[in-house]
């Protein structure tokens, strides 16, 4: 007798009895639209990653020594393995960007389905659901999966890692030890010592938890970290004992090796706080804004180079009027660090600029200028004024699509315990950093040092993690809020292992702590609730939803504890759930409604909508790049008289010639690498280059070094100016007006003859 592989009733029984199964692709799912969903928006994003991909796929040379040109001059200044995996789905799909954006987007999911796995094998399927979801809804993750930043590669790297430490200490087999220590080396390949930040919880937990005698896991634990080690400086031994004249310069180092860049602009900097500024990372240069020179320079029209810091959270548009940044006592301005007044205007429905903001954390409406995040050290005018403060400038249009790629901008204020609670980052990572606190605080006293479980390592496990994400980003001095996507598995982790027990404890009635549960959730929606109120436009729609659900949750607990009945509980706990996550799932949402003008410096929120506004962008991120007739005449110049053979251009940043490459693919090159502080070219290379006509045109900014750089003194005493009508014409000229679409402030020169028809 034949039977149906699927009966009318067995797909409600599949349903039924792998319900938990159903539930994690419903949370892949929604984890992989938010990563994906309209990834062509954004173009090809960072343009400095875009174009050392281009330059990758071009020879076997570039793509190993990830070569940012395709000239293999210098070298970016990240380590090679997301890149590698990048140019491999650029080899298979073609040059795209959403082809670039894919593997961020595929480990933000993979990472999501990792900590249901890691989660659900020791404390339950419903722990490992709660932390997938948890995992997928912040704001931070959605970010960096949405760029072709390293950092989502890096995270599912790491809780890889995580899985075969587990594995180790629940068999007690080194093997999974072994193996655990590759994972975080092939990490630090992605991101340096960024890799490493899982390590005191490894040998924290494996210290206590092993099943070995205490030697045999000194034993292991040191053959693991010659593992970790062969596999992390793996590459770098083969660059640096590369001589110099057969491989690129490496990127952002001082003296051309990457050990230094290891300890140096990715390591020791980052901690004390100087990277980008203190070695010249500057807004300025072609695609990036163009005019600045110093700390200063002209703002007109519609582009930053803080990746979009200073948008307001909502406005009035109807008000109009404008304001203060928050550090300002005048009311019709106040100064900026030079002493001269600074405006803003916010954007109307017209395209005017009126409008009157409200700034969070505070909520309180300011007039005569606009806040760069609660206005530490930044000041400017969005429509033709100066600004000061972020290294740079902010000139002419949309820079090419990519928002630039030397704004520095503080977006992560002040140094301190409490500084991932300050508006600028508690929306992308920080929702339920209190919720987690209380599910530490719940399994407290669980643990019997004589009876150590898998199930106390891996909790123990999570709790180290969120302290050392909240010790670094709290105290280091240097980073950007997208990598706050490092804090997510620890909140997640814990989440998913403390709610089902604060359920459980208030269930039981066990003690004080059967309290816990409605308590964290009046403190942790306290906080939300502050903080979404913040932002007028979200009080009539968003605001309500919560406190709807966290009035019916409480509700609910209550008539639980006086008459308890099955299914009351559960609706409590999943309406709690619901209103500590629609902000976070909002704030996700923005990620993918509106285009980030700076896809350098990304992040969250609701004043994404206003930035894409005053910004004047369109739905299509290509096609603002499309729009930048400045740039593109020149580049359409060059091409037109390039000589096989020869550089294209030679500038001193990246973000002077990234453009040229992702629309090219020919060498264009940037002697000076990302921050322009790099010896590539030196001067007596560079004049044997043009002996041998291998430099024709190169592109001096106003940051091109200032008037002492050796090269670029070469250049004006040795070259031909270029007079910019023979590249942008009278009429594009015209419309460009004194910005000229970023290329104000920057000359192109010419040595010897080009040879063109």
Same mark, same amino acid.
């Given at each position: 007798?034949?039977?149906?592989?699927?009966?009318?009733?067995?797909?409600?029984?599949?349903?039924?009895?792998?319900?938990?199964?159903?539930?994690?692709?419903?949370?892949?799912?929604?984890?992989?639209?938010?990563?994906?969903?309209?990834?062509?928006?954004?173009?090809?994003c960072n343009a400095y990653y875009a174009a050392a991909i281009k330059s990758m796929t071009q020879s076997f040379h570039n793509f190993f020594f990830v070569?940012?040109?395709?000239?293999?001059?210098?070298?970016?200044?990240?380590?090679?393995?997301?890149?590698?995996?990048?140019?491999?789905?650029?080899?298979?799909?073609?040059?795209?960007?959403?082809?670039?954006?894919?593997?961020?987007?595929?480990?933000?999911?993979?990472?999501?389905?990792?900590?249901?796995?890691?989660?659900?094998?020791?404390?339950?399927?419903?722990?490992?659901?709660?932390?997938?979801?948890?995992?997928?809804?912040?704001?931070?993750?959605?970010?960096?999966?949405?760029?072709?930043?390293?950092?989502?590669?890096?995270?599912?790297?790491?809780?890889?890692?995580?899985?075969?430490?587990?594995?180790?200490?629940?068999?007690?087999?080194?093997?999974?030890?072994?193996?655990?220590?590759?994972?975080?080396?092939?990490?630090?390949?992605?991101?340096?010592?960024?890799?490493?930040?899982?390590?005191?919880?490894?040998?924290?937990?494996?210290?206590?938890?092993?099943?070995?005698?205490?030697?045999?896991?000194?034993?292991?634990?040191?053959?693991?970290?010659?593992?970790?080690?062969?596999?992390?400086?793996?590459?770098?031994?083969?660059?640096?004992?590369?001589p110099a004249a057969d491989r690129p310069y490496v990127g952002s180092s001082t003296n051309n090796t990457v050990w230094e860049l290891i300890i140096g602009?990715?390591?020791?900097?980052?901690?004390?706080?100087?990277?980008?500024?203190?070695?010249?990372?500057?807004?300025?240069?072609?695609?990036?804004?163009?005019?600045?020179?110093?700390?200063?320079?002209?703002?007109?029209?519609?582009? =930053? @180079? %803080? +990746?979009?810091? $200073?948008? *307001? #959270? /909502? !406005? &009035? =548009? @109807? %008000? +109009?009027?404008? $304001?203060? *940044? #928050? /550090? !300002? &006592? =005048? @009311? %019709? +301005?106040?100064?900026?660090?030079?002493?001269?007044?600074?405006?803003?205007?916010?954007?109307?429905?017209?395209?005017?600029?009126?409008?009157?903001?409200?700034?969070?954390?505070?909520?309180?409406?300011?007039?005569?200028?606009?806040?760069?995040?609660?206005?530490?050290?930044?000041?400017?005018?969005?429509?033709?004024?100066?600004?000061?403060?972020?290294?740079?400038?902010?000139?002419?249009?949309?820079?090419?699509?990519?928002?630039?790629?030397?704004?520095?901008?503080?977006?992560?204020?002040?140094?301190?315990?409490?500084?991932?609670?300050?508006?600028?980052?508690?929306?992308?990572?920080?929702?339920?950093?209190?919720?987690?606190?209380?599910?530490?605080?719940?399994?407290?006293?669980?643990?019997?040092?004589?009876?150590?479980?898998?199930?106390?390592?891996?909790?123990?496990?999570?709790?180290?993690?969120?302290?050392?994400?909240?010790?670094?980003?709290?105290?280091?001095?240097?980073?950007?809020?997208?990598?706050?996507?490092?804090?997510?598995?620890?909140?997640?982790?814990?989440?998913?292992?403390?709610?089902?027990?604060?359920?459980?404890?208030?269930?039981?009635?066990?003690?004080?702590?059967?309290?816990?549960?409605?308590?964290?959730?009046?403190?942790?929606?306290?906080?939300?609730?502050?903080?979404?109120?913040?932002?007028?436009?979200?009080?009539?729609?968003?605001?309500?939803?919560?406190?709807?659900?966290?009035?019916?949750?409480?509700?609910?607990?209550?008539?639980?504890?006086?008459?308890?009945?099955?299914?009351?509980?559960?609706?409590?706990?999943?309406?709690?759930?619901?209103?500590?996550?629609?902000?976070?799932?909002?704030?996700?949402?923005?990620?993918?409604?509106?285009?980030?003008?700076?896809?350098?410096?990304?992040?969250?929120?609701?004043?994404?909508?206003?930035?894409?506004?005053?910004?004047?962008?369109?739905?299509?991120?290509?096609?603002?790049?499309?729009?930048?007739?400045?740039?593109?005449?020149?580049?359409?110049?060059?091409?037109?008289?390039?000589?096989?053979?020869?550089?294209?251009?030679?500038?001193?940043?990246?973000?002077?010639?990234?453009?040229?490459?992702?629309?090219?693919?020919?060498?264009?090159?940037?002697?000076?690498?990302?921050?322009?502080?790099?010896?590539?070219?030196?001067?007596?290379?560079?004049?044997?280059?043009?002996?041998?006509?291998?430099?024709?045109?190169?592109?001096?900014?106003?940051?091109?070094?200032?008037?002492?750089?050796?090269?670029?003194?070469?250049?004006?005493?040795?070259?031909?100016?270029?007079?910019?009508?023979?590249?942008?014409?009278?009429?594009?000229?015209?419309?460009?007006?004194?910005?000229?679409?970023?290329?104000?402030?920057?000359?192109?020169?010419?040595?010897?003859?080009?040879?063109?028809?």
């Amino acid at each position: 007798m034949k039977t149906k592989l699927f009966s009318t009733g067995s797909i409600p029984s599949f349903f039924r009895n792998y319900r938990h199964l159903t539930a994690l692709a419903a949370i892949a799912v929604l984890s992989f639209s938010l990563n994906f969903y309209a990834i062509s928006k954004l173009g090809y994003c960072n343009a400095y990653y875009a174009a050392a991909i281009k330059s990758m796929t071009q020879s076997f040379h570039n793509f190993f020594f990830v070569a940012f040109d395709p000239a293999g001059v210098v070298s970016v200044d990240k380590p090679p393995l997301a890149l590698w995996i990048q140019a491999v789905f650029v080899l298979i799909f073609g040059y795209h960007g959403w082809a670039m954006l894919l593997p961020q987007a595929l480990a933000g999911t993979g990472s999501c389905i990792m900590m249901y796995v890691l989660t659900a094998k020791h404390f339950g399927r419903k722990a490992g659901l709660i932390s997938a979801l948890v995992f997928a809804l912040t704001p931070a993750v959605v970010v960096a999966s949405r760029n072709n930043t390293m950092d989502m590669q890096l995270i599912f790297f790491l809780l890889v890692a995580a899985w075969f430490f587990f594995r180790s200490i629940e068999t007690g087999k080194w093997r999974y030890l072994f193996a655990c220590a590759v994972f975080v080396g092939l990490g630090f390949n992605i991101k340096m010592l960024q890799a490493y930040m899982i390590l005191p919880g490894v040998v924290i937990v494996y210290l206590i938890f092993a099943k070995e005698k205490f030697l045999k896991r000194i034993i292991a634990g040191l053959i693991s970290l010659v593992i970790m080690a062969a596999i992390s400086f793996a590459w770098m031994a083969a660059v640096d004992l590369t001589p110099a004249a057969d491989r690129p310069y490496v990127g952002s180092s001082t003296n051309n090796t990457v050990w230094e860049l290891i300890i140096g602009h990715n390591g020791l900097e980052r901690l004390v706080g100087s990277g980008g500024g203190a070695r010249g990372l500057t807004g300025g240069g072609m695609n990036g804004g163009g005019a600045a020179e110093g700390n200063s320079g002209t703002s007109s029209g519609q582009s =930053s @180079a %803080n +990746g979009g810091n $200073f948008a *307001p #959270p /909502d !406005q &009035d =548009s @109807a %008000n +109009g009027g404008s $304001f203060t *940044p #928050p /550090d !300002q &006592d =005048s @009311a %019709n +301005g106040g100064p900026l660090p030079d002493g001269s007044a600074a405006t803003y205007s916010a954007p109307t429905g017209d395209g005017s600029l009126s409008g009157t903001f409200r700034l969070p954390g505070d909520g309180q409406t300011r007039s005569g200028g606009r806040s760069f995040n609660d206005g530490e050290g930044f000041g400017g005018t969005v429509a033709g004024g100066q600004m000061r403060g972020f290294g740079g400038t902010v000139a002419g249009s949309q820079m090419r699509g990519f928002g630039g790629m030397g704004g520095g901008g503080n977006d992560i204020g002040t140094a301190g315990p409490l500084r991932l609670f300050s508006s600028s980052l508690f929306g992308q990572a920080s929702w339920l950093i209190v919720l987690a606190l209380f599910c530490i605080l719940v399994k407290t006293g669980k643990f019997d040092p004589k009876k150590p479980t898998v199930r106390q390592a891996v909790f123990l496990f999570w709790i180290i993690w969120l302290v050392t994400m909240y010790g670094f980003f709290s105290f280091a001095g240097f980073w950007h809020r997208y990598y706050l996507c490092m804090f997510a598995p620890g909140i997640a982790g814990l989440v998913g292992i403390g709610v089902p027990e604060l359920v459980r404890t208030f269930r039981d009635k066990r003690g004080w702590k059967q309290f816990l549960l409605p308590l964290c959730l009046i403190v942790t929606f306290a906080i939300e609730i502050r903080y979404v109120w913040s932002y007028e436009a979200l009080r009539n729609w968003l605001a309500p939803i919560m406190i709807a659900a966290g009035a019916a949750s409480l509700l609910l607990m209550l008539l639980h504890y006086v008459k308890p009945k099955r299914l009351i509980l559960p609706a409590s706990a999943a309406l709690m759930l619901f209103s500590l996550l629609a902000a976070p799932f909002y704030w996700s949402l923005t990620v993918v409604m509106y285009v980030e003008q700076n896809s350098t410096l990304p992040y969250a929120g609701p004043e994404l909508a206003s930035t894409a506004e005053i910004h004047g962008m369109t739905p299509n991120q290509e096609v603002l790049t499309a729009a930048d007739s400045g740039t593109a005449a020149l580049e359409n110049y060059l091409v037109e008289h390039y000589r096989e053979g020869s550089y294209l251009v030679v500038a001193q940043r990246a973000n002077d010639v990234a453009q040229f490459i992702v629309d090219t693919g020919l060498p264009a090159v940037a002697y000076g690498g990302f921050l322009g502080s790099d010896n590539a070219i030196t001067l007596d290379e560079l004049k044997e280059l043009v002996s041998q006509g291998r430099v024709t045109y190169f592109l001096i900014t106003s940051q091109s070094g200032g008037s002492n750089s050796g090269l670029a003194s070469y250049v004006r005493q040795n070259a031909t100016l270029i007079d910019s009508r023979e590249y942008l014409g009278t009429s594009t000229q015209s419309a460009a007006g004194s910005s000229q679409n970023g290329i104000s402030g920057s000359s192109l020169y010419l040595f010897g003859s080009t040879g063109a028809s």
